[in-house]
């Protein structure tokens, strides 16, 4: 057995747990490397790996139905979406919304080097995805006449990036105090065997615990307290790739409110059976909750309701509002742990003294495991066109060519809609949340130039 002064219980855990293929090369590294490697060792809840590594598949309840939800009303003026809005803009402007960003992920698909938030989508300005999203927030700020904290999680592997991407950019006009960047968990992968990996000699490969981690996340970093001392009832929940979200809604908010929800969500729908997204289901005791698109048995992805239609129709766009005693109940005292999920991945590894890439088992926690949790829970249908045009991948469906088509689209509908005349030449248009969040900022009066890119600022 190996030594190291005031490590014994670490070391002795490690053999205990069968892992001691994680000191092979001991005698290569120096104090400094030896000392960082027990470190990470020491943070490993082992009984936690054994458990989750016997996982291997994920266990999905059997017994649901289709989620009910709120369906667009035909008509814009429909009094419960006025009503709605109007609880929903006065509770923003009593400060009592804060906006959630998760932006931890390791965005392989995308196969971007640094912060996915730093790839650039915007179609005129190149406007980056973290620099869209604090505009949002920022423009929410004037239009409500109020300051709106704005939670970022990270991950290890980009949390400086992403801070001195917003202290160079000087967080893009908000308050810099009201602007929190925390790190989240981290959880080593495991080889098909149940092994700790190696990324290199004296570093045990980890991921990001998921995105589920960020409920935990608020709470360990301190900004639940932060949040809940200023007043905050209320978290507004986006994900970084999504460069359409309406961060601060009135409407979902407001019907969030009305509901005395702990979570809400809004819902796509499916545009055909096979799409590969989550769907809204309600579980056999009455809660409501997601079912990953793996996860459906196939008879459910076929089903039809009694119209024709897709019968699990609402999808999950991952937007979701949170109630802050929701939050707080369920990381506080009665903590409820998010179950893992396991999925096969290739994972960069150090082995037999070389890089080489192997299968490996990553664990991940889903946000949307909360949603059974909650005594009450909302689902709002939103339109995909406005509102979710995901920054997946490289090149092909949810990459930056089809967000960047969908962003165009839109501008151009809210402008037509508003009467503004948008001359032949143009072919691209980009509108700054400054200059509208939605259809009806869109000044009286507006002009469009006659050029190919026109971007209004
Ligand atoms: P994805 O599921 O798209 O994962 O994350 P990803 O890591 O970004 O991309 P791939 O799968 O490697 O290509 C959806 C959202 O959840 C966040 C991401 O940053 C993104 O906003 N996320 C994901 C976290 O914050 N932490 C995680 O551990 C995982």
Same mark, same amino acid.
Not at 51 to 64: A, G, H, R, T
Not at 155 to 164: A, I, K, L, Q
Not at 222 to 231: I, N, R, S
Not at 386 to 391: D, K, L, Q, R, S
């Given at each position: 057995m190996i030594s190291f002064a005031g490590y014994d219980d670490v070391i002795q855990r490690v053999y205990k747990y069968k892992q001691e293929h994680v000191f092979q090369y001991w005698d290569q590294l120096i104090d400094s490397e030896k000392k960082?490697?027990? /470190?990470? !060792?020491?943070? +490993?809840?082992? /009984?936690? !790996?054994?458990? +989750?590594?016997?996982?291997?598949?994920?266990?999905?309840?059997?017994?649901?139905?289709?989620?009910?939800?709120i369906k667009l009303p035909e008509d814009e003026r429909d009094p419960e979406f006025m009503k709605a809005r109007d609880l929903g803009v006065q509770f923003i402007k009593e400060g009592k919304v804060a906006a959630f960003l998760v932006a931890g992920g390791q965005g392989s698909r995308l196969g971007f080097k640094g912060p996915k938030g730093k790839f650039p989508v915007g179609p005129v300005s190149g406007k980056t995805l973290f620099h869209f999203h604090a505009e949002k927030i920022r423009a929410s700020e004037i239009k409500y006449g109020v300051k709106i904290p704005f939670l970022i999680m990270t991950?290890?592997?980009?949390?400086?990036?992403?801070?001195?991407?917003?202290r160079e950019n000087h967080f893009f006009g908000l308050t810099p105090a009201l602007v929190h960047i925390f790190p989240q968990n981290m959880i080593p992968s495991l080889d098909l065997d149940g092994k700790l990996i190696l990324s290199d000699k004296s570093t045990i490969f980890m991921n990001p615990d998921g995105h589920g981690g960020s409920l935990s996340a608020l709470r360990s970093s301190?900004?639940?307290?932060?949040?809940?001392?200023?007043?905050i009832e209320v978290i507004s929940y986006f994900q970084v790739d999504n460069p359409l979200v309406k961060i601060i809604d009135p409407i979902f908010i407001g019907f969030h409110i009305l509901n005395k929800a702990d979570v809400s969500s809004k819902a796509l729908m499916k545009a055909y059976h096979e799409e590969k997204t989550g769907v809204f289901v309600r579980f056999k005791n009455g809660k409501l909750g997601i079912i990953e698109y793996s996860d459906m048995p196939q008879e459910k992805i076929f089903a039809k309701d009694s119209e024709g239609g897709i019968l699990y129709c609402a999808a999950n766009?991952?937007?979701?509002?949170?109630?802050?005693?929701?939050?707080?109940?369920?990381?506080?005292?009665?903590?409820?742990?998010?179950?893992?999920?396991v999925a096969k991945k290739k994972i960069e590894a150090f082995k037999d003294g070389q890089q080489c890439e192997i299968t490996g088992l990553k664990f991940e926690k889903f946000v949307f495991d909360a949603i059974p949790m909650a005594e009450k829970t909302v689902i709002l249908e939103t339109k995909r066109e406005?509102?979710?045009?995901?920054?997946k991948n490289a090149s092909g469906a949810d990459s930056v060519h089809t967000a960047q088509a969908m962003m165009n689209a839109l501008f151009r509908r809210w402008l037509s809609n508003r009467g503004v005349k948008i001359p032949d030449v143009v072919d691209v248009i980009e509108i700054s949340p400054f200059f509208a969040l939605q259809e009806s900022d869109i000044p009286e009066g507006t002009i469009v130039p006659a050029q190919e890119k026109v971007y209004l600022e």
């Open positions: 960082a490697l027990l /470190d990470e !060792l020491g943070i +490993i809840d082992f /009984d936690l !790996l054994e458990k +989750i590594f016997k996982l291997k598949e994920n266990s999905v309840p059997e017994d649901f139905s289709p989620a009910p939800y991950s290890r592997d980009n949390h400086e990036e992403t801070v001195d991407f917003f301190g900004a639940l307290k932060l949040l809940e001392d200023m007043g766009p991952a937007i979701h509002l949170f109630d802050i005693k929701f939050v707080d109940k369920i990381t506080g005292s009665s903590n409820v742990n998010l179950p893992y999920h406005e509102e979710f045009a995901p920054v």
